[in-house]
């Protein structure tokens, strides 16, 4: 039997952060994993209105991972893959791993260096998302910073008064232009950390995508 836990009771509990004054917009984040079938859960209805519930408790687990994913990954559908699709998931690692792995902060956003790298590890093992509970490598959510301009990459990066190199980097991929980030890639400095990864990264994916063409041209001449 569940204990009645609601969305934002779940949110209060796990992040200690009431929706209702601090950020109505991370309820509606939540629930756009309610509506992808992400987050099971239970509806009760009364006269007046309809109560939903988180299904059991494992639910906490899947919420909090969904929210901490969307923070990287601010399009619903994309989490819920994460979750599914091991390649898709190693996909993101990889990503993350590129882009965070020897940061400490990203245009004012705070981020522990060590919680990082322990994200990156779980997501990088066989362990279930929806049984374990990733690290939390944030300060402070960037949905409650952000608000309704979600994207941590595209919004936090633009706020900055000029952007360096790997800033512009960074937007193209999160814009998922990336050919445009390929040529970014020409102006980033060798001694950069983690600037080979990005390369690599950058290159394997227009390659995946090229062959992919390609396979599809094969077909359609046939």
């Known amino acids: 039997m569940h204990n009645k836990l609601s969305i934002p009771d779940a949110i209060k509990k796990l992040f200690n952060i009431e929706v209702s004054k601090e950020s109505p917009f991370l309820k509606n984040k939540a629930n756009s994993f309610v509506r992808n079938k992400l987050i099971k859960t239970v509806t009760e209805n009364n006269v007046q209105r309809k109560n939903i ?14 929210l901490l994913l969307n923070a990287f990954y ?6 819920k893959k994460i979750f599914e ?11 993350i791993k590129a882009l965070f792995g020897n940061q400490n902060h990203l245009s004012g956003q705070a981020l522990c260096s060590v919680k990082v790298i322990e994200l990156i590890n779980t997501l990088d093992s066989d362990k279930d998302l929806y049984t374990t509970q990733i690290p939390n490598p944030f300060t402070v959510l960037p949905q409650l910073a952000l608000g309704p301009n979600t994207g941590l990459l595209n919004n936090l990066l633009l706020q900055a008064s000029s952007l360096n190199p790997v800033d512009s980097v960074l937007i193209s991929i999160t814009k998922n232009d990336w050919l445009t980030a390929k040529e970014q890639t020409a102006y980033l400095s060798d001694d950069m950390p983690g600037s080979s990864e990005i390369v690599k990264m950058i290159n394997n994916h227009i390659d995946e995508a090229k062959e992919f063409d390609e396979l599809l041209d094969f077909f359609y001449k046939l």
């Open 85 to 95: 699709d091991k390649k898709y998931r190693a996909e993101c690692t990889e990503s």
């Open 53 to 66: 519930y988180l299904e059991d408790n494992q639910q906490l687990i899947v919420l909090f991972n969904a």
């Open 74 to 79: 601010p399009d619903p559908k994309h989490v």
